[in-house]
């Protein structure tokens, strides 16, 4: 499984992005992938994890409603849509899988994709 993410960049506080990761390698439907951050200086933290049938899992309450996971109909990229991106959301961030309800799911996703910086500025 490769994974490969993009669409980070400079934005101002208030504006958008979307991230993408271009998956290859699954032989089914049956996959999770999920995105985390890190921040400078913070711990990691996974933000949502995906499904190949579509169920989604988010994992911090205060992302809920500004950061949205979904999937392509060919179900070969995921994305990451951020809202309302605020100066703390800077960090880089990464795709890996499989992910599951586990909190620290990344530490044991045996793909990771090379990260995508996302700097925001107040």
């Known amino acids: 499984v490769q994974l490969v993410e993009s669409g980070g960049g400079l934005v101002q506080a208030g504006g958008s992005l979307r991230l993408s990761c271009a998956a290859s390698g699954f032989t089914s439907d049956d996959w999770q992938i999920g995105w985390f951050r890190q921040a400078p200086g913070k711990d990691r933290e996974g933000i949502s994890c995906?499904?190949?049938?579509?169920?989604?899992?988010d994992y911090v309450d205060s992302l809920k409603g500004r950061f949205t996971i979904s999937s392509d109909n060919a179900k070969t990229t995921v994305y990451l849509q951020m809202n309302s991106l605020k100066p703390e959301d800077t960090a880089v961030y990464y795709c890996?899988?499989?992910?599951?309800?586990?909190?620290?799911?990344?530490?044991?996703?045996?793909?990771w994709g090379q990260g995508t910086l996302v700097t925001v500025t107040s």
């Open positions: 995906i499904s190949g049938s579509g169920d989604t899992l």
């Open positions: 890996a899988a499989p992910c599951s309800p586990q909190i620290d799911w990344y530490l044991e996703a045996s793909a």
